[in-house]
């Protein structure tokens, strides 16, 4: 079996989002830009890493009420607590090693925001947003919420580590969340040692993001938050060098291109730019939905 090597290295940027919430985006990456920079991981269009961070008593750190169009958002919860409202009526409480996936589709207003005990005491924060375009045929879709709980995706022990299945199929375990776009994504952790590896479907993209600790790829050395985009082989494997001071915790990363046009303004993503203003006209009339 021919293993990926790593095609190119992009450095996360440290940002700030939503209300005071400090992250580091990870998906596009430093240096692209405009609508073309969204198509550098076809079909991920966004990847943000938000905290680690701990909430002191009374911070309303979050992302209060904002709109989207044309694409999914899968957030993943690795510590803390988040509740979920939006123009649908849909709702829920986002717990440690669970996620939510939201189909923005033809357009929604959402907010996530820390419940009321992180907002009395405070708390640690951390998780990751990936946006998952839509297909052309499915950006008119109805929007919609998806609860995905810790119990539907448990971790499931590996050798020399353990792995949380989002999406597809990793190690034999499928996961919860279903997307129109084909993909597969994943929560590994691997110790000092120890390796994995995954064969990959002809033609998708692969990719490769610790989020803690470094990693190696066919020997090149891939730090925290940065995004290891692969090249052309049949599977990717990942390894901790034995020496290594620390576990690492990576997300795992891989998809059929849909190879559309792509335009793209703030939190709308489409495929032609008259779509766009149709979308900001749209929001800007309530077409979207509120919420109370």
């Given at each position: 079996m021919?293993?990926?090597?790593?095609?190119?290295?992009?450095?996360?940027?440290?940002?700030?989002?939503?209300?005071?919430?400090?992250l580091?985006?990870?998906?596009?990456?430093?240096?692209?830009?405009?609508?073309?920079?969204?198509?550098?991981?076809?079909?991920?269009?966004?990847?943000?890493?938000?905290?680690?961070?701990?909430?002191?008593?009374?911070?309303d750190?979050?992302?209060?009420?904002?709109?989207?169009?044309?694409?999914?958002?899968?957030?993943?919860?690795?510590?803390?607590?988040?509740r979920?409202r939006?123009?649908?009526g849909?709702?829920?409480?986002?717990?440690?090693?669970?996620?939510?996936?939201?189909n923005?589709?033809?357009?929604?207003?959402?907010?996530?925001?820390?419940?009321?005990?992180?907002?009395?005491?405070?708390?640690?924060?951390?998780?990751?947003?990936?946006?998952?375009?839509?297909p052309?045929?499915?950006?008119?879709?109805?929007?919609?919420?998806?609860?995905l709980?810790?119990?539907?995706?448990?971790?499931?022990?590996?050798?020399?580590?353990?792995?949380?299945?989002l999406?597809?199929?990793?190690?034999?375990?499928?996961?919860?969340?279903?997307t129109p776009?084909?993909?597969?994504?994943a929560?590994?952790?691997?110790?000092?040692?120890?390796?994995?590896?995954?064969?990959?479907?002809?033609?998708?993209?692969?990719?490769?993001v610790?989020?803690?600790?470094?990693?190696?790829?066919?020997?090149?050395?891939?730090?925290?938050?940065?995004?290891a985009?692969?090249?052309?082989g049949?599977?990717?494997?990942?390894?901790?060098?034995?020496?290594?001071?620390?576990?690492?915790?990576?997300m795992?990363?891989?998809g059929?291109?849909?190879?559309?046009?792509?335009?793209?303004?703030?939190?709308?993503?489409?495929?032609?730019?008259?779509?766009?203003?149709?979308?900001?006209?749209?929001y800007?009339?309530g077409?979207?939905?509120?919420?109370d």
């Amino acid at each position: 079996m021919r293993f990926k090597p790593v095609a190119s290295l992009v450095s996360g940027q440290p940002t700030q989002d939503g209300n005071r919430v400090p992250l580091t985006r990870l998906v596009p990456g430093l240096g692209q830009r405009g609508d073309q920079a969204f198509r550098a991981m076809d079909p991920f269009l966004l990847m943000d890493h938000f905290g680690p961070m701990v909430l002191p008593p009374g911070t309303d750190a979050g992302f209060p009420p904002h709109p989207h169009r044309g694409f999914q958002t899968l957030t993943y919860l690795i510590q803390g607590a988040f509740r979920h409202r939006d123009s649908t009526g849909g709702s829920g409480l986002l717990r440690p090693g669970g996620a939510q996936l939201m189909n923005a589709g033809s357009g929604i207003v959402h907010e996530e925001m820390p419940v009321p005990e992180h907002l009395e005491t405070g708390g640690a924060i951390e998780g990751v947003q990936l946006w998952i375009n839509l297909p052309e045929a499915h950006k008119g879709s109805a929007p919609g919420y998806t609860d995905l709980q810790p119990e539907s995706m448990p971790w499931q022990a590996l050798p020399g580590g353990r792995i949380r299945v989002l999406a597809g199929t990793w190690a034999g375990i499928a996961g919860p969340a279903q997307t129109p776009a084909q993909i597969a994504y994943a929560h590994l952790e691997l110790q000092p040692g120890a390796r994995f590896e995954q064969a990959v479907p002809a033609g998708w993209l692969a990719a490769v993001v610790p989020l803690r600790g470094a990693v190696l790829v066919e020997g090149t050395a891939v730090a925290a938050d940065t995004v290891a985009l692969l090249g052309e082989g049949e599977a990717l494997a990942v390894e901790i060098a034995v020496e290594a001071a620390e576990p690492a915790s990576l997300m795992l990363l891989t998809g059929k291109p849909l190879g559309e046009s792509i335009a793209h303004y703030g939190p709308f993503v489409m495929n032609t730019r008259v779509e766009i203003e149709q979308a900001v006209l749209d929001y800007q009339q309530g077409r979207m939905g509120h919420l109370d």
